[in-house]
């Protein structure tokens, strides 16, 4: 399920490996609607392409396989917001990875990129928040 209003795009789905191409395509066409400039766009491109995979390595799959997530993704006046929502309760848990371990570096990888993030449990789960500024604060949408 997706929804689309001025500024916002909010997307239910089965989170899946082989479909999260095609969650960067629809997320960089909305950016680019947005005129949100390359920089910030890549970066939120590759945060909310780590957050979904948090959720595919991270959460239980349902009785068919799937782990269900949502996508808010916000233009807002000084930059754009995202929101990842998932079905575990499980905080994300900060480590601190060997120097040339493949993984663990998640959490990293989301403060180095982005301007602010948090994390709140909720009673269906848990949702992970994160803010990336624009330089340009006008309105494009």
């Known amino acids: 399920m997706s929804t689309s209003v001025r500024g916002q795009l909010d997307m239910t789905f089965d989170v899946r490996a082989e479909d999260l191409g095609t969650v ?8 680019r609607w947005w005129h949100i400039d390359s920089d910030v766009a890549y970066r939120m491109l590759t945060v909310v392409n780590e957050l979904l995979t948090n959720v595919m390595q991270h ?4 009785e068919h396989g799937y782990r269900m997530a949502s996508l808010l993704l916000q233009k807002v006046p000084d930059g754009v917001t ?6 575990d309760r499980c905080p994300p848990a900060h480590v601190t990875p060997a120097s040339l371990a493949e993984r663990g570096r998640g959490l990293m990888l989301i403060r180095a990129l982005t301007d602010d993030s948090s994390v709140s449990v909720t009673p269906a789960g848990k949702d992970v928040w994160v803010f990336i500024a624009t330089s340009d604060v006008s309105e494009h949408f």
């Open 24 to 31: 960067r395509d629809i997320v960089q066409a909305y950016l």
């Open 59 to 62: 959460t239980a799959a349902d």
């Open 82 to 87: 995202a929101i990842v929502r998932d079905q």
